[in-house]
């Protein structure tokens, strides 16, 4: 089959960071689909994984959390799925990745793909809505329906995590949104996707929230350049706030702050789940149809905002230099091979 890996971590603008290659087909486990790939997009953990990880003994490495694609033979333990059906997933961080044309993916952690959208639309979601979904409610513990009378600040909103995140927040709470974006046009993607105030987290969060009526936040999702916002947010936080984390520190952060205001932290992990096949693994595949049935009513859009055509190391090379700029709005996908 078609894939594309590498063999050696090096930097994006090296063409062999990531190389087209020809690897024998993968066989299903007892639990597992295997899916003929149509479309997969590409996350920050892929740019991390592909700098951080070095393949051994010439063994390469295929990268790619996110695909849709055809169910073409089920383990003998899946229950709920049928060869032929299109699914949407994440996949595990501690198996190969979507960059391939055939996958295979624990049945639990995977759903029925929106009808609505295309293979790329569809592609663009998984991993972003899983962790927005588990941070939202399961960290954060904000109650599906509730939050009336409270906000939720959400830092770096137009990104591929943050743009799910507000959309969730505004479908499914009464929570009021505020979401950060630096640019005219991640401000403006912000607010198409619901946010009720758009904040700039280029300057002082603080006077802005005062500027918009709010005094202090009780909910806060730091989705990137966490350190470099720590104190604005504790500063933003409500006594007895929840402040929420994804992304990856560059040094410790003092939690002698949180203290004073008995703020609460609470670190989300997309991958935990399938990493260490905790006994409640099946409420990824669980959240990834409710998002299906969010999306098919028109309740929740899909947040791709670049495609590429094909799968392939140039376009994939491409699409990790985009992601390493920071700057994405909503994600890029890629499809066919
Ligand atoms: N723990 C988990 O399970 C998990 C899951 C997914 C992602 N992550 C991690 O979470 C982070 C965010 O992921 P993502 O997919 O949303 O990233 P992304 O799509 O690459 O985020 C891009 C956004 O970051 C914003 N940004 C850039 N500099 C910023 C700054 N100094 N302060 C605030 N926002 C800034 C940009 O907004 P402007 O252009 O408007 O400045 C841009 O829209 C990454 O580190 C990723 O690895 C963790």
Not at 23 to 43: C, K, T, W
Not at 76 to 89: E, H, L, N, Q
Not at 139 to 146: F, H, I
Not at 255 to 276: G, I, Y
């Amino acid at each position: 089959m078609k894939a594309v890996g590498y063999l050696q971590s090096l930097p994006i603008d090296h063409p062999e960071s990531l190389i087209d290659l020809e690897l024998p087909a993968p066989a299903p486990g007892p639990l597992d689909l295997l899916v003929r790939v149509a479309a997969v997009s590409v996350n920050p953990v892929d740019t991390k994984v592909r700098r951080n990880r070095a393949p051994t003994a010439f063994q390469p490495e295929v990268l790619g959390w996110d695909a849709v694609g055809t169910v073409e033979a089920l383990g003998k333990d899946v229950v709920g799925f049928a060869i032929g059906d299109r699914v949407y997933y994440a996949g595990a961080i501690n198996r190969p990745g979507s960059n391939a044309e055939l996958q295979v993916v624990d049945h639990r952690i995977a759903a029925l793909a929106p009808k609505s959208l295309t293979d790329a639309e569809a592609a663009a979601l998984p991993l972003t809505a899983i962790t927005a979904w588990e941070l939202l409610f399961d960290r954060l513990g904000v109650p599906e329906g509730g939050g009336a009378g409270q906000s939720l600040l959400v830092t770096g909103a137009a990104g591929g995590v943050g743009s799910i995140l507000v959309q969730l927040a505004r479908e499914l709470t009464q929570l009021r949104v505020i979401g950060t974006a630096s640019r005219p046009e991640t401000q403006d993607w912000v607010k198409q996707l619901g946010a009720h105030i758009v904040i700039d987290h280029s300057q002082p969060l603080r006077p802005q929230l005062v500027a918009a009526g709010v005094a202090e936040v009780e909910f806060i999702a730091s989705l990137t350049h966490t350190e470099q916002h720590w104190d604005a947010l504790i500063d933003a936080a409500a006594p007895q706030g929840r402040l929420g984390l994804i992304d990856d520190l560059s040094g410790p952060i003092d939690v002698m702050t949180l203290k004073r205001k008995a703020l609460s932290l609470h670190w989300e992990m997309m991958f935990t789940r399938p990493m260490f096949g905790t006994a409640d693994v099946a409420e990824q595949g669980r959240l990834l149809v409710r998002i299906a049935a969010l999306v098919d009513a028109g309740r929740v859009r899909t947040t791709v905002s670049e495609q590429l055509r094909p799968i392939n190391a140039a376009n994939l090379r491409r699409a990790h230099e985009l992601v390493e700029s920071g700057r994405m709005r909503g994600k890029i996908v890629l499809s066919g091979f």
